[in-house]
């Protein structure tokens, strides 16, 4: 059985440290903190809550693979052994963060799918150990050297020059806006109201210049901030088909590799901004039962982070089979969908306008607009919102500016139901909405018997898919 990497005291540390900042911060820069003794029973707390359990939980872990079953033992207090064959082991994650990357050091992450949480995590191993140990769970006995010369060409690559037109048709002005007003309320509060009381004093002109200015300067650090992230959360993304699914690897400073297991895959979904639609191009993500990864949203991976309309059909091709997006006869809801989504906008806007004038005596002036504005967003949800049905595949659509579509294999449906509101049923409508192990999809308003069809024809193709475990 072997150790974990001795820099596993220090990781264990930050953590700590990182899980105590907030009350340390309270204590330190509150009343409390002036005081030396307070101070130094602070540190002295700190100390002995992050350093003691990091050293002994570090003796305490020991792993190694003993027959054909991993085993890892861990606990200082309560000692914990488990086993987990190997042939269970679906995939086997090596993640780096930057501060990983940059001391040759690695997590490793060991997933069987038996829940939706890692089954092992070994934190933190030498980059050398934890592709080794990767390799001799996915691998068997085989070096790296020929895993790697039999590993499958990428079926898709972002480059560089895709993650930064996937940054700059999204924009994160408002994340900044959000930073700004936290830094305000805990540090630069009293500047603010310096720079407030100054922009006050200063001729009309000059404040219609200066703010014009800054709000040039905050959408373009958004633009710059969205392309530095796509750059760094996707730098390198590849796609590869092997036997256990589909493998996906990127990042720069924190470098992930994981394994979709194509089984395991309940839809996929295809997202179209209105950036993205405009200059040709959409997002790709799986959803998976459970996650792969706990760095990764749940049940929720990229398969694309941005992928041209003419590449859609081929990589959604490795998770659904022969299939493509653009090849079915949609159907349309009923227009009956308009009058939903009007009403409800009309009610929403008319509070919010009636409210707005007892302070803003004008507010009313834009009532009509936003009605008109309002009838114009309904008729084009009711256009875009569409369905089709095939022997293999359910796909749903729906969005105002921007498209979703999601296509879900027939053998991954578990449960089709239908639903109406009181409105709805007034007017002979119900909702459908079908549920995977990893995700819901709902078709608004539709006839009501058309529902009921739908439903019984769904359940049925989707025994058939299972039993022929497509």
Same mark, same amino acid.
């Given at each position: 059985m072997r150790r974990l990497h001795p820099a596993t005291i220090f990781f264990r540390v930050l953590d700590a440290l990182r899980a105590m900042l907030l009350? =340390? *911060?309270?204590?330190?820069f509150g009343r409390a903190g002036r005081d030396d003794a307070v101070q130094e029973l602070v540190f002295g707390a700190i100390a002995v809550l992050s350093v003691v359990p990091a050293i002994f939980n570090y003796l305490a872990t020991r792993f190694g693979i003993e027959g054909n079953s991993l085993h890892v033992?861990?606990?200082? +207090?309560? %000692?914990?052994?488990?086993? *987990?064959? *190997?042939?269970? +082991?679906q995939n086997v994650v090596v993640r780096r963060s930057f501060l990983e990357s940059t001391f040759g050091l690695a997590t490793l992450v060991v997933e069987t799918g038996s829940s939706s949480e890692a089954e092992v995590k070994l934190s933190v191993l030498s980059l050398e150990d934890a592709e080794e140990l990767r390799h001799r769970l996915l691998h068997g006995h085989a070096s790296t050297q020929e895993v790697q010369q039999q590993a499958p060409p990428a079926l898709y690559h972002a480059s560089n020059t895709d993650l930064i037109v996937a940054g700059a048709l999204q924009n994160r002005a408002l994340f900044i806006i959000g930073s700004v007003i936290g830094l305000n309320e805990f540090i630069i509060r009293d500047y603010a109201e310096q720079a407030i009381s100054w922009f006050d004093r200063v001729p009309e002109p000059v404040r219609i210049g200066f703010g014009s200015i800054a709000i040039l300067a905050l959408f373009t650090l958004g633009w710059i901030l969205s392309i530095l992230i796509s750059a760094a959360q996707f730098y390198n993304f590849r796609v590869r088909r092997t036997e256990k699914g589909i493998q996906v690897t990127h990042g720069l400073f924190t470098q992930l590799e994981f394994l979709m297991p194509v089984k395991r895959i309940q839809a996929i979904e295809l997202s179209l901004p209105a950036l993205f639609r405009l200059f040709g191009f959409g997002v790709l993500r799986a959803r998976l039962m459970g996650s792969i990864t706990e760095k990764v949203p749940t049940g929720n991976l990229p398969l694309a982070p941005i992928v041209r309309m003419n590449q859609v059909d081929r990589l959604s091709s490795l998770a659904l089979g022969s299939f493509s997006f653009f090849n079915?006869?949609? $159907?349309?809801?009923? %227009? $009956?969908? *308009?009058r939903r989504r009007f009403l409800r906008s009309l009610i929403f806007w008319t509070v919010?306008?009636?409210?707005?004038? +007892?302070?803003?005596?004008?507010?009313? =002036?834009?009532?009509?607009? =936003?009605? +008109? =504005?309002a009838l114009l967003l309904a008729n084009l949800r009711w256009r875009k919102t569409r369905y089709a049905v095939t022997d293999q595949h359910f796909v749903g659509c729906h969005g105002a500016l921007g498209l979703m579509v999601a296509a879900v294999p027939l053998g991954a449906i578990q449960t089709v139901s239908t639903g109406s509101s009181w409105f709805q049923r007034r007017l002979g409508l119900a909702d459908l909405t079908l549920v995977t192990a990893a995700s819901s999809h709902s078709i608004p308003d539709l006839d009501h018997d058309t529902a009921l069809e739908l439903q019984d024809r769904l359940m049925a193709l989707s025994a058939v898919a299972e039993r022929r475990g497509v």
């Open positions: 009350p =340390l *911060i309270f204590v330190m033992k861990s606990g200082w +207090i309560w %000692r914990q052994k488990r086993a *987990i064959p *190997i042939e269970r +082991i079915f006869e949609y $159907l349309p809801v009923s %227009r $009956l969908h *308009i919010v306008v009636a409210v707005s004038s +007892i302070k803003w005596k004008f507010a009313g =002036l834009a009532w009509p607009v =936003l009605m +008109i =504005l």
